[in-house]
């Protein structure tokens, strides 16, 4: 069974910061079955990033995922006010523990 | 675009069965295209998987909860449930029902979940 840790669990920022949140699997998985969601409170999840890098439909250019083997990044190029969430990496039928972004 | 709506008791007694149904609409869910999966969320905790099935009736589940667990279809309604058994206080949680679309390999669209809560 492959387990997904993220780092850091909470990323204290000021809105127009980039943001780079980290998510670590116990052994090599596929990037095809990579993905990022962003939830917040109240809300379900929503599908940000999948196959590792590419964004969903409706999802905004500054959201961008990289990497592959064991690490992934998820990263936000400049945080917008709604972009303030807890974000989930997910590698096929398993969850990261979740990293929240809060506003500093 | 597809809407998935979870539907069930939202009090369920300890050491009883937890059921729940997932209607879909505004596709079939019979689609090859997609798997069908549940999610929970305990309060203020993360999520875990806990099961997903296809609509020729392959399930999957998540180890830590398969003696537990049962997911089934029924693609004349449109549906497909979940029964969580022996349930204790730890399963109090957000029960989300999603889509696996298998072509980008993530859960694209989420009901809007249900609490259930395990109280005597």
């Known amino acids: 069974e492959i387990v997904l840790t993220q780092s850091p669990g909470t990323l204290s920022l000021s809105p127009g910061e980039r943001a780079t949140l980290s998510c670590r699997a116990s052994q090599s998985v596929s990037s095809s079955y990579l993905a990022w969601y962003q939830q917040k409170p109240g809300q379900a999840p929503r599908l940000l990033i999948y196959?590792?890098?590419s964004r969903a439909t409706g999802i905004p250019d500054r959201f961008s995922g990289s990497g592959s083997g064991t690490d992934f990044t998820l990263t936000i190029s400049r945080l917008e006010p709604e972009d303030f969430a807890v974000y989930y990496c997910q590698q096929y039928q398993g969850f990261g523990p979740g990293t929240k972004v809060d506003i500093k | 675009q597809l809407q998935l709506q979870e539907s069930g008791p939202g009090l369920v007694k300890p050491s009883e069965t937890l059921s729940l149904t997932c209607t879909v609409s505004g596709g079939s869910i019979s689609s090859s295209s997609y798997y069908w999966g549940w999610i929970r969320q305990p309060p203020g905790k993360g999520l875990e998987w806990i099961g997903s099935?296809?609509?020729?009736?392959?399930?999957y589940y998540n180890p830590s909860l398969k003696s537990r667990v049962t997911i089934s279809v029924d693609t004349s309604k449109n549906q497909f449930s979940l029964k969580l058994s022996s349930v204790t206080a730890a399963d109090t949680a957000v029960y989300y029902c999603a889509s696996y679309q298998l072509l980008y390999s993530g859960f694209d669209y989420w009901g809007q979940g249900t609490l259930v809560t395990v109280s005597s």
């Open positions: 099935i296809y609509y020729s009736g392959s399930t």
């Open positions: 196959g590792a890098s």
